[in-house]
């Protein structure tokens, strides 16, 4: 008698081609019972170079199965539309977004755009196409200054990028109320990793380094819950695939840093740099340690790399990074 395989799940991810997107796709595909596929924009946001997002994208890339089927594609269009009639995901894990607060300001009315009628159009063709499970990336930042929160930690919005990430995460509860559409919300904090831009602290910190130039540290005391991309994404990924899994979760290595003590950890490793102390900046929240226990108890979240590793792996891929050998020499 032939036994009866399972069906494959369908699962569409948005901003596959970001750091954490690629790093999403990687995971899902490891055990083949997944069918994913992918739409990117290939944007820049305004803010980043056009040269490194080129390099970048090609390396992420080749970090991904070829099986995958990469859209080139605006969320906020008519034609995503297609890409689920055509697909008929089971699953949408939604990435594409203006990465931080200093891009949205850069571009508000992108970002606006992006941020909430890309996700509109996203949960419209959800219920078009009885996608199930609806899986939305939200970020630390909704909790404003914090040193340590839950999920059921108050929030307090910080910023354009925090409020458009709040709105975006009511949205799809409304849909969810609306539809009976499943959904997970996820907030990570403090992504980092290799493939990642050098516009982020830990890459802004190796490039400096690697120049030898000065590492600026914006008050003394301020934290940061650094985690590594590919820990963050294996969170993402089983949160997606776990059954009877709802609500809102935190994802992080659930250990705050001193920024202060990164930035020395990357100077020794590189062997020259020096770190320089400044204030504190008056509009960005101060960030501790995200408590990811709902997670660890609901899909079995686990992160491995701590920061010290994850220092060194990021390390061992810019040091012989064509591109960045280019830049720092």
Not at 268 to 279: C, E, F, I, M
């Amino acid at each position: 008698m032939q036994m009866a395989t399972a069906k494959k799940k369908k699962i569409l991810v948005t901003g596959g081609l970001g750091l954490i997107g690629h790093n999403v796709i990687n995971e899902l595909q490891k055990t083949r019972k997944n069918d994913v596929q992918a739409v990117d924009a290939f944007t820049t946001y305004g803010t980043l170079p056009h040269e490194e997002l080129e390099y970048l994208f090609a390396e992420r890339l080749k970090a991904i199965d070829t099986e995958t089927q990469i859209f080139k594609e605006d969320i906020c269009t008519p034609d995503i539309n297609e890409i689920f009639a055509q697909f008929k995901p089971d699953v949408v894990i939604h990435l594409a977004s203006f990465p931080n607060e200093a891009s949205v300001k850069a571009n508000p009315v992108e970002a606006a755009r992006t941020m909430c009628v890309g996700t509109a159009n996203l949960l419209d063709c959800c219920t078009r196409h009885k996608t199930s499970k609806f899986v939305y990336i939200s970020s630390s930042m909704v909790y404003g200054d914090f040193d340590e929160a839950s999920e059921e930690t108050a929030i307090n919005p910080s910023g354009q990028y925090s409020i458009w990430k709040i709105a975006g995460e009511e949205l799809v509860k409304e849909y969810s109320r609306a539809t009976g559409q499943s959904y997970v919300i996820i907030r990570p904090t403090a992504v980092y990793g290799p493939l990642d831009v050098s516009s982020r602290v830990i890459g802004t910190f190796f490039k400096r380094a690697m120049a030898d130039e000065t590492l600026y540290v914006n008050g003394k005391d301020e934290t940061l819950d650094f985690t590594y991309a590919k820990d963050t994404a294996t969170g993402i990924a089983l949160a997606s695939i776990a059954q009877d899994v709802t609500g809102t979760y935190n994802i992080s290595r659930g250990k705050k840093e001193k920024i202060l003590d990164v930035a020395n950890a990357i100077v020794k490793l590189v062997g020259k740099g020096t770190v320089k102390v400044r204030a504190k900046k008056t509009n960005m929240p101060s960030r501790g340690t995200l408590d990811c226990t709902s997670a660890m108890m609901a899909f079995k979240f686990n992160p491995k790399i701590d920061i010290e590793k994850g220092l060194k792996n990021y390390y061992d891929w810019v040091k012989d990074s064509i591109y960045w050998t280019k830049k720092t020499v």
